[in-house]
């Protein structure tokens, strides 16, 4: 399994981006997939997660930012919206097998900065 992803970027407080992440391989799709971030300092962190219908947040993205999933192509998209200077960190996709195991993307930096 390999995850790719893309559309981080350098953006203005309030303003949106939009996540992608590809994974190609075995894939499953009743499997979680999802996003975490890390900022400068800061232990990674859950963003969001979705398994089939199901979706979970961090409490400080809820109302902002929207996860989703297109199974014919095996990516999950990370809406963030009203973007927070304190939403600045790497974000990283990942997909966890059907016995467990965490995949991981290489990172995309999203940076908030007016």
């Known amino acids: 399994v390999q995850l790719q992803a893309s559309g981080g970027g350098l953006v203005q407080p309030g303003e949106s981006l939009r996540l992608s992440c590809a994974a190609s391989g075995s894939i499953a799709s009743r499997n979680v997939m999802g996003w975490y971030r890390q900022a400068p300092g800061k232990q990674r962190e859950l963003v969001a997660r979705i398994r089939g219908g199901d979706t979970n947040y961090a409490d400080s993205v809820k109302g902002r930012f929207t996860i989703s999933r297109d199974n014919a192509k095996n990516t999950v998209y990370l809406q963030m919206n009203s973007l927070k200077v304190e939403d600045t960190a790497v974000y990283y996709c990942?997909?966890?097998?059907?016995?467990?195991?965490?995949?991981w993307g290489q990172g995309t930096q999203v940076t908030v900065s007016s």
């Open positions: 990942y997909y966890q097998s059907s016995w467990g195991y965490d995949y």
